[in-house]
């Protein structure tokens, strides 16, 4: 089968370790954690302490919840307006002409959601590190320790908006379509309502699909399974051919399996950016389980 129409979007630990002293390139941390609270679904653990035992030299700490989400809003980790997004790259020293490349010490779709997020603001030189933080460490890579240094302010604007977040009614009438493919990425126990966290009502948007995004990771060396088994895992489920409108609990997860469709050469991908956290609580939204 043929490997990836867009390779540019993920990066190995060989090449950001020749280019960590490049001043275009600018590299973000953006480990967080979710802490299951059975009250409130789960408590958002930003993953300061663990960038301050250990990060990727001359990385820079991301606070997803708080640096590139919207924090006015009442469901958590929602799209920024342009302008907050801008404002919070040209804090980081990203420009326009700035290679960033996101990892995360924690699931890898902490580093897809934000560079999701720069696609989605019209910003194409961004790369996921595959194998994140733990492969660069076990390979005995350049770390430090601390609160890390900050970068002079970039020059970042917003080139456009592709409007590639879904929304309630978007994803309402995908249900029943055939054209369109709800590509669900939380495990199999919550696609199914069997267990796992739930966000209200448990189960799937009634009639999608479940690729795991934990199943797009090889276990064992935490980095992306070959383009031909991926490219398998999403062609079983019909997300290779039709639309696809990924989700999760909130929008994060569901941005890994768009990073690897968009890398399989995949155009029309978009992701409900309120997921479940909004449609598992709406009584008069279809949901099933089993």
């Keep these: 089968m043929p490997g990836f129409v867009h390779p540019e979007f993920l990066v190995e630990t060989d090449w950001l370790a020749e280019h960590l002293n490049d001043p275009n390139v600018v590299v973000l941390d953006c480990t967080t954690h979710l802490i299951p609270d059975p009250k409130i ?13 250990g990060h990727i030299a001359g990385a820079q700490f991301c606070d997803v919840s708080r640096d590139v989400s919207d924090s006015a809003q009442t469901l958590r980790f929602m799209r920024q307006k342009p ?11 990203v420009s326009n002409s700035t290679r960033v490349i996101t990892y995360s010490t924690a699931n890898a779709w902490w580093a897809t959601r934000v560079w999701w997020l720069l696609r989605e603001f019209g910003h194409d030189n961004a790369a996921v590190l595959n194998g994140g933080y733990q492969k660069w460490s076990r390979e005995n890579r350049p770390i430090e320790t601390g609160v890390g ?11 456009q908006v592709r409007n590639l977040m879904a929304d309630k009614q978007e994803v309402k009438a995908a249900v029943g379509n055939p ?11 919550q696609h199914k309502g069997s267990g796992g966290n739930a966000y209200g009502r448990p189960g799937r948007i009634a009639g999608s699909v479940n ?10 060396t935490n980095t992306f399974l070959p383009p031909d088994e991926l490219r398998k895992r999403l062609g079983a489920v019909g997300a290779l051919d039709r639309p696809v409108i990924a989700y999760c609990g909130g929008g994060i997860a569901a ?18 950016d309120a997921s479940l956290s909004e449609w598992a609580k709406d009584e008069s939204l279809p949901m099933e389980v089993g």
């Design 179 to 189: 054209g369109i493919c709800t590509l669900n990425a939380l495990l199999e126990a």
């Design 255 to 272: 941005s890994a399996d768009a990073l690897i469709l968009t890398m399989l050469g995949h155009t029309n991908v978009k992701i409900y």
């Design 41 to 53: 679904t789960y408590t958002v653990k930003p993953g300061r302490e663990d960038y301050e035992k």
């Design 211 to 220: 690729v795991p995004a934990a199943s797009l990771v090889d276990p064992e």
């Design 83 to 93: 302008e907050d997004f801008a404002a919070a790259m040209r804090r980081f020293g």
């Design 149 to 159: 240094k900050g970068r002079p302010a970039g020059m970042f604007t917003v080139t």
